[in-house]
């Protein structure tokens, strides 16, 4: 296949960026999209040009490292995939592809493709734990949780944190994320004690980081990778407002 890139090159965060065209003659459809970006690279560095910065580690849709705007969407044209399993195969030979990093006020752009979430790990440090004391694991069956709660507090506990859900929301949100890391904790039992203080802590620490409010787009839903429902939120919204009026 036969590809011509157009990749955002920047050379740090107080450098200007511009869209720089690369072809790519001979790219195996079963590459994966950071696969591709990797032969660029290579190339790249035999010719003695700085080679593109990306994001990357687990490379199976896990770690949540990855991710970048791929012809307008986030993580690319795929449904529920994140960058490192998008496949070459997804587009046709001669295809043009943009390629830009997440765009945020809250996510500066630190080389290239690479952008500073770390504003995302300070909302976790707000509160998105369980405080328990040290010793040895509790026995599993100890504390029972009904089905459904089980099941909404796994859905939501999937989330990677890698962002998507920001980069495609029109006002930078990042509502889904924070909403996700809420009602894993708050559905269960072992996170009721905090239930009041983590909601308000994370929401605070959100909103200090400068992420753009939720209008209910809902672009946040469709661009995660693990398909984090667009109820999160609205349970997030009912968890601010109990936790605002003194209920736990």
Same mark, same amino acid.
């Given at each position: 296949?036969?590809?011509?890139? @157009?990749?955002? @090159?920047?050379?740090?965060?107080?450098?200007?960026?511009?869209?720089?065209?690369?072809?790519?003659?001979?790219?195996?459809?079963?590459?994966? +999209?950071?696969?591709?970006?990797? !032969?660029?690279?290579?190339?790249?560095?035999?010719?003695?040009?700085?080679?593109?910065? +990306?994001?990357?580690?687990? @490379?199976? &849709? %896990?770690?949540?490292?990855? &991710?970048?705007?791929i012809n307008g969407q986030a993580h690319g044209p795929r449904e529920r995939t994140t960058t490192c399993q998008l496949h070459?195969?997804?587009?046709?030979? &001669?295809? !043009? %592809?943009?390629?830009?990093?997440? @765009?945020? !006020?809250a996510f500066g752009v630190v080389r290239d493709l690479m952008v500073d979430r770390s504003g995302l790990d300070r909302i976790i440090q707000a509160g998105g734990y369980i405080s328990a004391p040290t010793g040895s694991a509790p026995e599993a069956h100890s504390t029972p949780v009904p089905k459904a709660v089980a099941d909404t507090? +796994?859905?939501?506990?999937?989330?990677? &944190?890698?962002?998507?859900?920001?980069a495609a929301c029109p006002n930078g949100s990042a509502m889904l994320f924070t909403s996700a890391k809420v009602v894993h904790l708050n559905s269960l039992p072992q996170g009721a004690p905090e239930r009041a203080s983590r909601t308000l802590n994370l929401v605070e620490a959100m909103d200090a980081e400068g992420f753009g409010g939720c209008t209910n787009t809902g672009e946040c839903t469709v661009a995660c990778p693990k398909g984090i429902p667009l109820d999160s939120i609205a349970t997030l919204n009912r968890e601010v407002l109990r936790a605002s009026i003194g209920l736990r």
């Amino acid at each position: 296949m036969k590809l011509t890139l @157009r990749i955002w @090159r920047q050379a740090g965060p107080d450098e200007p960026g511009r869209m720089v065209t690369y072809e790519v003659p001979d790219a195996n459809p079963d590459m994966s +999209f950071l696969e591709l970006l990797d !032969v660029l690279n290579e190339r790249l560095t035999l010719r003695g040009e700085e080679p593109v910065s +990306f994001d990357h580690d687990c @490379r199976e &849709g %896990i770690c949540g490292a990855c &991710g970048v705007v791929i012809n307008g969407q986030a993580h690319g044209p795929r449904e529920r995939t994140t960058t490192c399993q998008l496949h070459v195969r997804e587009f046709s030979d &001669g295809d !043009v %592809i943009d390629v830009e990093p997440w @765009r945020s !006020v809250a996510f500066g752009v630190v080389r290239d493709l690479m952008v500073d979430r770390s504003g995302l790990d300070r909302i976790i440090q707000a509160g998105g734990y369980i405080s328990a004391p040290t010793g040895s694991a509790p026995e599993a069956h100890s504390t029972p949780v009904p089905k459904a709660v089980a099941d909404t507090a +796994f859905d939501n506990a999937t989330c990677i &944190g890698c962002g998507a859900c920001v980069a495609a929301c029109p006002n930078g949100s990042a509502m889904l994320f924070t909403s996700a890391k809420v009602v894993h904790l708050n559905s269960l039992p072992q996170g009721a004690p905090e239930r009041a203080s983590r909601t308000l802590n994370l929401v605070e620490a959100m909103d200090a980081e400068g992420f753009g409010g939720c209008t209910n787009t809902g672009e946040c839903t469709v661009a995660c990778p693990k398909g984090i429902p667009l109820d999160s939120i609205a349970t997030l919204n009912r968890e601010v407002l109990r936790a605002s009026i003194g209920l736990r």
